[in-house]
């Protein structure tokens, strides 16, 4: 594990500890407490997004007078709402306390969109891929598309003059296309491999990518273990899932969001200082 892993989580366990303090001085919210915050999401939401009159309230979440005098009614007890020229508007507190649901609930549909990627990366990571690739895409291996995470690396290999990456090697099996190795010899590369799949690069000496290793095209580097498949593209960056022991990528998830560029960075370079040169 790099420094940067390290400190991130070190900084995690040290954020685990103080919430658990701050439990401990103020039991709020309870479970029943975060419960009623959560069944009343819609209500929330609906006033995050702007101050309601009654009626509109009543409409915007299809709930009859009795229902909605009891949301309101709801708000005001417990500080989130008020009553304001008419429309119910959130209170500071009520504003976190509604975009704090929103997180939450973005949260665990990332978790649950990104499931099938966490099988395959180790479990010190999974935390850490949640946020950044939020609107990810996710591509699936299934038994009528076996290859589909394959395809849709090498469809944005040939969108991207420059890739960086590690563990990628199951990525670009060598064989499993005739312009997969070549694809890289066309670009400004920088690979990071476990040892053994340098070796097995080489042994392939009629590949294309073995070829550009040994004349120096594409910069590689060793590191004895890394945690799952990187790839940096031009405009997207992804995540590798594959089987240990067949060596099939089972999943890929990418995006374009800037903070998942940014973390993706952040990795690549923790890795790559963690690792060594493999001479030409």
């Known amino acids: 594990m790099t420094e940067h892993f390290l400190d991130e ?9 103080r919430d ?23 209500l929330l939401r609906a006033l995050l997004a702007e101050p309601l009159e009654r009626r509109d309230l009543e409409a915007e979440l299809e709930v009859s007078k009795a229902t909605s005098h009891r ?3 709801w708000l005001e007890e417990h500080g989130y709402g008020e009553r304001v020229d008419g429309r119910y508007r959130l209170t500071g507190l009520g504003r976190v306390v509604a975009d704090g649901v929103c997180k939450f609930e973005g949260y665990l549909r990332t978790a649950r969109r990104l499931d099938p990627l966490f ?17 990810a ?29 590690f563990n990628t090697t199951h990525m670009i099996p060598p064989g499993a296309e005739d312009s997969a190795d ?3 010899e066309d670009r400004t590369a920088e690979l990071v491999y476990v040892p053994d799949a340098v070796e097995a690069l080489r042994d392939e000496s009629d590949t294309a990518l073995a070829t550009a290793i040994d004349e120096g095209n594409v910069a590689v580097r060793t590191r004895d273990a890394l945690p799952y498949g990187l790839a940096l593209f031009d405009d997207r960056v992804g995540i590798g899932g594959y089987d240990e022991e067949t060596g099939t ?31 030409s």
């Open 9 to 17: 989580l070190i900084r995690y366990d040290r954020r685990v500890r």
């Open 20 to 42: 658990q303090q701050r439990r401990d001085r103020d039991p709020f919210p309870d479970t029943e407490a975060m419960i009623d915050i959560v069944r009343h999401g819609d």
């Open 71 to 73: 949301f309101v009614r």
């Open 119 to 135: 099988e395959y990366i180790c479990e010190d990571h999974e935390e850490f891929v949640i946020e950044p690739f939020a609107d």
């Open 137 to 165: 895409t996710v591509t699936v291996a299934t038994p009528s598309d076996p290859y589909a995470p394959i395809a849709r690396f090498l469809s944005l290999l040939r969108e991207s003059e420059s890739f960086r990456g």
């Open 182 to 184: 070549r694809l890289l």
């Open 249 to 279: 990528m089972r999943v890929f998830v990418d995006t374009d969001a800037a903070i998942a560029r940014e973390w993706a960075t952040r990795v690549f370079d923790s890795i790559r200082a963690d690792s060594r040169p493999v001479s």
